[in-house]
């Protein structure tokens, strides 16, 4: 009579029912090509973070200029924001020449590894990952105070939201986290909108200013003396005895802060479209000329209204702004909120650039193996998984740290994006000083400027601000560079140790005799299954072996051997009276092994049950004792797998289990 076998496929894990319900259906390798972004909505991801900084950038000097010079400090606002749009113009010229060159996303650490070598380049690397994560830190909090900001200017100095600044920060993250798990057209898609919005923001301000001053001749004043804003210097003698160029030098160090984000494109090239290079160019050069207008629109707003930074943060110099210029009747109402919430978007999403420029640049350095291998695997979503949980992670303890303080988180900022700037520069002016080419004496004058001036920004920022936070910083970035390393030379003497082969013929047994050890628990299907599995291989010898804890289950378990008539193999008992498992088999493994003639297999039965009763109801003892003699020679550990649940299903359903 013939029977048919009906099989049938395994049922998923309740924990990947879970991913699947929460991130969607797996993507498979053969899509990755279509997760590509179009320039508009590059722009809208990638430029977000650089261009979000405008909310920030001119406050973090004013906040130290006003304590000196006072109303002065709007004077000298200008000046220091034309010199940063003039680094930012060298800058933008420079990574024009990046994305042009090095087509394959990475930025500075590839421009880096390709001209000075694969260990200098981990500066490059330490450099943008400290930047990642504390751009997630930064833009997310400056994302919260323009909400508790506005808050504030609707609510009349209502401030009840400022204690949930750091629950707010930690809920934007995780959210940040969940959109870009769910892979790179999706996070597109839904980040790239208040990057437009935040533009139109600021082009309605500026519109209106210059509208309102051709009308009236001047702009609305901010209170400088307001309860909660800074405290004024002496702008009679502060801008000659308190204005010290070394607070000049601080105040732009924190200006600096506006063209963090610059190497987001040149670091993301892989997710453009084709023809890669050519699409980021264009989406390049369009982000630095919108972040230069708004920069300097920012300033000049300021400049005039004398909107002035608060100590606490709040309301920030932007939200006056918007205050200011749009007034206090129904339609200036609706005018700062839209503003407001724009802002909070743009800087939200800011936070969001890192979760595309970290993960592809930990997979780089991770493939150069200077980082573990883990991060160069693709997730359910095709996104690098664990990029983007360990910047999450981190993201969040830094925001927890500092309480979401984003002049505390200003001082570890700029340190790691100049720095990066510094080594793109320098790579590009060492590629052209090799070759012979149309323009490469321009080319070198503008790499060579770009990387002078941000080397000057880096010497800058860690002297004025080391004691603000910049040390930590200043202490990690070695250490970091120096663990870079450390791992890639396990990585290397792995490789070597492995890839040393011997003689021919070395794939041939060294071993006179092979024994095969069952290790026994009970008499059941799984050890049935271990004994058919140990006659298969036929060893020299096979040993059915019971290690004694329990003189009760022992004498049992004897009985039930004698008594059973499927077993053709003796069972024997050690006695283990001391209770330590694990090293009762070591000893037992290297006494049968000890005269170097004997190969030894030890075969572990391991009862799988049901995911979370099974962790509750059962013991795993096989792992652990498998791992106890993974280091002696000649010894190899076979782990059986005997699927109880499913057992226990065949024989509710009248079937009998095999073993």
């Not at 996303?105 to 330490?126: D, K, L, T, W």
């Not at 200043?474 to 970091?480: D, Y």
């Not at 990585?491 to 140790?497: F, G, L, N």
């Not at 297999?601 to 652990?624: E, Q």
């Amino acid at each position: 009579m013939a029977t048919t076998t009906e099989t049938t496929a395994p049922r998923d894990k309740v924990t990947y029912r879970f991913k699947r319900l929460l991130l969607g259906p797996p993507l498979i390798t053969e899509q990755l090509s279509e997760e590509k972004l179009s320039n508009p909505i590059a722009l809208g991801v990638l430029a977000s973070d650089c261009m979000s900084s405008t909310a920030y950038g001119s406050e973090e000097m004013l906040r130290i200029l006003v304590p000196v010079i006072g109303v002065a400090a709007f004077s000298m606002l200008m000046p220091l924001t034309g010199v940063i749009i003039f680094v930012l113009l060298l800058l933008t010229l420079s990574y024009r020449d990046v994305v042009t060159v090095y087509t394959r996303a990475g930025g500075s650490y590839v421009v880096a590894r390709e001209n000075f070598g694969p260990n200098v380049a981990q500066i490059a690397a330490v450099a943008l990952l400290i930047d990642y994560i504390v751009t997630v830190a930064v833009q997310t909090a400056a994302g919260s105070d323009a909400i508790i900001s506005l808050a504030h200017l609707i609510g009349k100095g209502y401030t009840g939201l400022d204690n949930y600044k750091t629950p707010i920060n930690v809920v934007v993250v995780l959210i940040l986290m969940y959109g870009n798990l769910r892979g790179i057209r999706e996070a597109g898609r839904t980040f790239a909108a208040p990057a437009y919005m935040f533009m139109l923001a600021v082009a309605a301000m500026l519109v209106v200013g210059v509208a309102r001053f051709m009308l009236y001749g001047h702009l609305p004043h901010a209170d400088v003396h307001a309860s909660g804003a800074l405290s004024l210097g002496s702008s009679s003698n502060g801008l000659f005895y308190g204005a010290t160029l070394f607070i000049v030098l601080r105040a732009f160090a924190n200006g600096g802060s506006s063209l963090t984000g610059l190497e987001a494109i040149s670091n993301g090239v892989s997710a453009f479209r084709e023809p890669q290079g050519t699409n980021a160019r264009k989406t390049l050069v369009a982000m630095s000329i919108a972040l230069a207008i708004m920069v300097f629109g920012v300033s000049t707003l300021a400049y005039f209204t004398h909107a002035i930074p608060y100590k606490d943060g709040n309301p920030t110099v932007i939200a006056q702004e918007a205050h200011l210029l749009f007034g206090s009747g129904w339609i200036g109402t609706v005018g700062l909120i839209y503003v407001q919430l724009a802002t909070a978007l743009i800087l939200y999403t800011g936070a969001n650039t890192p979760y595309t420029g970290f993960p592809f640049l930990a997979s780089f350095v991770a493939e150069d193996s200077f980082l573990p291998r883990q991060f160069m695997r693709r997730g359910h979503r095709l996104a690098f998984s664990n990029g983007i949980v360990v910047l999450t992670a981190l993201a969040l303890a830094l925001l927890i740290v500092t309480r979401g303080n984003v002049d505390k988180l200003v001082s570890l900022y700029a340190i790691g994006v100049f720095t990066g700037f510094t080594m793109a520069a320098s790579g590009l002016f060492a590629y052209h000083l090799r070759r012979q080419e149309a323009g490469r004496a321009w080319k070198m004058a503008v790499n060579l400027a770009a990387a002078i001036a941000s080397a000057l920004v880096v010497v800058i920022f860690a002297i004025t601000k080391f004691t603000e936070g910049a040390w930590l910083v200043v202490v990690l970035f070695p250490i970091g560079v120096w663990a870079l390393i450390r791992i890639n030379r396990q990585y290397r003497a792995e490789a070597a140790a492995m890839e040393t082969m011997p003689v021919p013929g070395a794939d041939r047994p060294t071993w006179r005799r092979h024994v095969v050890y069952v290790l026994v628990d009970s008499l059941d299907l799984a050890t049935l299954k271990a004994l058919r599995y140990a006659h298969r291989v036929r060893p020299d010898e096979v040993r059915a072996l019971h290690f004694m804890v329990d003189d009760k289950h022992a004498r049992q378990l004897m009985d039930n051997w004698e008594d059973t008539a499927g077993t053709t193999v003796p069972l024997e008992v050690v006695e283990c009276p001391d209770r330590r498992l694990r090293r009762a088999v070591v000893e037992l493994a290297a006494r049968t092994t000890s005269d170097g003639e004997t190969a030894l297999t030890l075969l572990l039965p391991r009862r799988t049950y049901a995911p979370v009763i099974g962790k509750i109801l059962h013991r795993g003892t096989g792992d652990a004792m498998a791992k106890a003699v993974e280091d002696l020679p000649n010894v190899a550990v076979t782990v059986l797998p005997f699927d109880v649940e499913r057992a226990v299903q065949t024989l509710e359903a009248g079937r009998q289990p095999a073993p």
